[in-house]
């Protein structure tokens, strides 16, 4: 019955994701608030049923579903689309949403498509606090992105505005206070996360092999990452910093994260294996 649940899922998750980017796609275009409540329900929806295949996958096969890169995307597209729900809830704003479904729609279409679930998976992955640790890490990472796109949508909007080019997206987007206090949110998400993730790893690292930390690349940048997102978020929070440059910066510092990472992930060797 399980078994059934999933592959049902499976198929109707990307379907769902692409109804909800649509019915944003709708409400970006049109002053009409129907769409936006449409749009929010609908993510409500996707959202939950997303949460139900993940636990209903982990309860199945006994380990955090992360063990190819085709659960993986599954996962990020959860993320993505649980932080925007989030920051759309907090700053009662959904314009941007067709922006972020469509990236989840995207990841959990390409997910469904390939998923395969041949049991084979890491250890470490049947023990639920690696699993949070895994989780909270990917959805910091994820809520960094979005304050990243965030971000660059703040930075596109202000080129608009500059060059007195009152288009589409000028017409679409909110406010640059909007979109900032919007990447705000995503970034403390991604902070909190991302820090939670971190420290779980570590107090896993000191219970199997005796020690805190580990000089494994990956985790070097990752922490390393964290502190200067950390760092940066005071000081822009203590100065009230703001405006175009900061935008700028909190764009081209996930876009440099990113790239370690995948570097790191491509040449370097890492006890970061999952299957």
Known sequence: MS??????????????????????????YSKNKT????????????????????????????????TNVFESFSLIAFNLA???LLVEMIKEEGKTGPFFISLAFLFQMIS???????????????NPMFGFHVFATL??????????????????????????????????LPSLETL?????????????????????GHLWAYKILGY?????????????AWLAYLIGWLVVRLRNLGGLRTSQWAFWGFIALFAALMIVNIFATTFHRFS
């Open 82 to 84: 649980a932080i925007y």
């Open 212 to 224: 805190f930390f580990s000089y494994d690349l990956k985790i070097i940048i990752t922490d390393v």
């Open 3 to 28: 078994q059934i649940i999933i592959n049902s899922l499976n198929v109707l998750l990307p379907i769902l994701y692409a109804l909800t980017s649509g019915i944003y796609l709708l409400s970006f």
């Open 139 to 172: 959805l910091g990472l994820s809520a960094m992105a979005v304050a990243a796109i965030y971000a660059f949508m703040y930075w596109m909007l202000a080129k608009e505005i500059k060059a007195h080019r009152f288009g589409s997206i000028y017409q679409g």
């Open 35 to 66: 769409f936006e409540l449409w749009a929010l329900g609908s993510l409500l929806t996707s959202v939950s049923l997303h949460l139900a295949y993940l636990l209903s996958k982990a309860v199945t096969f006994h380990y955090f579903p992360v």
């Open 112 to 126: 469904s498509m390939f998923m395969q679930n041949n049991g084979s998976h890491s250890a470490l992955l049947e």
């Open 180 to 200: 900032e206090g919007m990447g705000r949110a995503a970034s403390i998400a991604g902070v909190v996360s991302l820090g939670l993730g971190i420290f779980l």
